[in-house]
Every structure is written in C-alpha cells, then in structure tokens.
C-alpha cells in the first residue's frame, strides 16, 4: 500500500529555534500534499494544502510566514514552523494525495510532535 | 463550514461488535473515509465509500451510507483489544480536495 514518511518523529527545542518538518511519499508521486496540526485528544485541524511547483494555500487563520511550505518535488513537502514558541507544540501530521489512484485517497504520515521549551 | 460529527466514546466488550456512528452536513460529499489513530501515531485509512453506494463490507468492517439523513457507520465484527483506538470520519466534498474530520471516536475494547 501507499506510504507516507514523516522526519523527524520528534522534535524538542528552544522558543525562538526554526523546525523544519519532512513529508514523504514513498511509493507513488502526490501533487498534492496536506499539512494538519492535532492537538491533545482533539480532531485534525487542516493548516495549508501544498502544491507541488507553486504556493501553499493557507486555511484561514493560519500564518504563512510562520509556518513555510515548499513542496519541491512531487514525492517531499516540508513545514518550516518560525521562530517556535511553547503554542506552536503539537502533533504535525501531513498526507498526500496519491493523483495516481481512482479515488485519489489521502495517505497520512506517522506524524511529527514537536515540543517547543 | 461544512460539519462532521461523531460520538466521544464506545466501550465494547472483546468478540462484541462495535459499531462507530458519524454524521455529516455536506451534501456534496463524494467519498466518506474511516481512519483509525491508535496513540502517538498518524492515521490509518481503514475503508472508504463513495457516496452512491450504501454499503462496503471488508473483512471485519462494514460501512453503511444512509445518504437521505448523511448518516455513516463503521462495524467492526469479533472486536479485539487491538481494535482499541480513535475513529475518525472524514467526507471529501465535490468542491475540492480537502478532508473535513470529525472529533474522533475513542474505542475502548475490555477483554
């Protein structure tokens, strides 16, 4: 089945460290990639869509300067959250779009928790 | 915004089956999505269904779509202990790509 990586699984740093989050599909080429923010014992929370060779487009609400997107190639998106601060800890789970597949199902990564100090 | 809902809790009992219940707004909805989370981990896509059928059985689960009153369920036969873990549905609108969730079911599965 389709697969999705996600790098790193962990992420501890100091207030003020820029992250950057790694999105992978493995076996099969999405032209599109989702990027979701989850909090403790709550739903998925779609932040931005990624596009592979143009811009992001942001939910409303969320920052696109401080969470970058670039989705440079049709299998890697990463999420660059700036200048983290303790409300940007989370659990950062990405998907992508398999074009390839009839019903274009969304495959999701294991996700990224990242905890700012 | 277009609305899924879904019950907080179930609580089974090993070899009962479960059934997980889901409601949505989008009349629109093309295909309706049942993800399962189990802790510190991303979603596993469990099924899915279009939205012109009525039900999909695989294995030990069933989805049923009652499309009238956008009611969705997901049976799990013979549950087991490793079935313990969140639910999620998801629809996915004729308007676009994206996927609305809703709240998650916490499965709870007692031996």
């Known amino acids: 089945g389709a697969v999705v990586s996600q790098h790193p699984s962990w992420v501890i740093c100091k207030s003020g460290t820029s992250v950057k989050i790694e999105c992978r599909s493995l076996d099969f080429q999405a032209t599109t990639m989702f990027w979701y923010r989850q909090f403790p014992k709550q739903s998925l929370m779609l932040m931005a869509t990624?596009?592979?060779?143009?811009?992001?487009?942001?939910e409303q609400g969320v920052e696109k300067d401080k969470f970058l997107i670039n989705h440079a190639s049709l299998t890697l998106s990463t999420l660059t959250v700036t200048s983290a601060h303790p409300e940007d800890s989370s659990f950062y789970i990405c998907s992508a779009r398999d074009s390839g597949g009839i019903q274009e199902t969304q495959y999701f990564g294991p996700g990224t928790r990242l905890l700012v100090l | 915004g277009e609305d899924v809902e879904q019950s907080l809790f179930l609580s089974v009992r090993e070899g009962d089956s479960s059934v997980i219940n889901c409601t949505y707004t989008?009349?629109?909805?093309?295909?309706l999505y049942w993800y399962k989370q189990e802790p510190g981990a991303g979603l596993q896509l469990l099924t899915y269904?279009?939205?012109?059928?009525d039900m999909k059985q695989d294995q030990r689960l069933t989805v049923l779509l009652n499309k009238k009153d956008k009611h969705l369920s997901l049976r799990i036969a013979d549950t087991q202990t490793g079935d313990s873990a969140i639910y999620f549905c998801?629809?996915?609108?004729?308007?676009?790509?994206?996927?609305?969730f809703g709240g998650g079911t916490r499965l709870m599965v007692k031996p």
């Open positions: 989008d009349s629109s909805s093309t295909y």
């Open positions: 998801a629809e996915r609108s004729n308007a676009g790509n994206m996927l609305t």
């Open positions: 990624s596009n592979e060779g143009s811009k992001a487009t942001y």
């Open positions: 269904i279009f939205s012109n059928m």
